[in-house]
């Protein structure tokens, strides 16, 4: 089976701007979650999908924000950008059930100018 | 509350040697505790995880250990290799207040074995 897909992979942004990015999760898994990695904070959970619906969130203000299409594609916005914003952004999908592994993609590298 | 306190930032250990990557936690609504390895380029993987209710669980070199009282749980690499250099996460997962599994990371541990 093929992995979990990210697109794009890098990514070059100005502040202001607004950015999506596109996850792929593995044929059948109905979850996918995003999580923001940086040097400082590691990873953070932004939030989970799970058959078009959000079911989980984490502590991300307003700006970010995502949606799951009926393939279980996922798409994740973040709306003026800050320079903080400059991470890596991993998303990761499991089959939905709970005490499941959730599988990373190798992620969207975001850089805010 | 939902924070996952990781040690040390980073690791220089020399090849055969075992390597410890240590992990607090404080909320007791923590109920699995899964660790990832990371390498450059690359998401995080899934390597070893543990429940609660067992203090330890090995898998070809990798172990966990687990605490309940103190909180605490670590990772051992025994025997490291070359091939072990990777940045590892702990993690918390507890239940969100929909009811639904929420995974809280520590902050990563470099590791590098020197051969």
């Known amino acids: 089976k093929a992995g979990v897909t990210q697109t794009p992979r890098y990514l070059i942004k100005t502040r202001g701007q607004q950015v999506t990015l596109s996850c792929s999760p593995i044929?059948?898994?109905?979850?996918v979650s995003w999580y923001q990695q940086t040097p400082g904070q590691g990873l953070q959970f932004l939030f989970e999908y799970f058959s078009e619906t959000q079911r989980n969130k984490g502590n991300f203000p307003g700006r970010f924000s995502g949606r799951q299409f009926s393939n279980s594609r996922s798409e994740m916005n973040v709306s003026t950008l800050e320079l903080g914003d400059s991470a890596l952004y991993l998303c990761a999908s499991k089959l939905g059930g709970e005490w499941e592994t959730q599988y990373f993609g190798p992620g969207t590298r975001l850089l805010v100018l | 509350q939902q924070q996952v306190k990781q040690s040390p930032q980073s690791l220089i250990v020399q090849k055969g040697g075992i390597s410890i990557i240590n992990c607090a936690y404080e909320n007791t609504a923590f109920d699995y505790f899964p660790w990832y390895q990371q390498f450059p380029g690359k998401g995080p993987a899934l390597l070893i995880a543990?429940?609660?209710?067992?203090s330890e669980k090995k898998e070809g070199r990798f172990t966990i250990s687990f605490n309940k009282s103190a909180k605490q749980f670590s990772l051992h690499i025994m025997d490291s290799q070359p091939g072990d250099s990777a940045t590892y996460f702990c993690a918390a997962s507890s239940r969100s207040s929909g009811g639904y599994q929420k995974v809280t990371f520590g902050t990563g541990t470099k590791l590098q074995v020197i051969p």
């Open positions: 543990i429940r609660p209710d067992v």
């Open positions: 044929s059948g898994h109905r979850s």
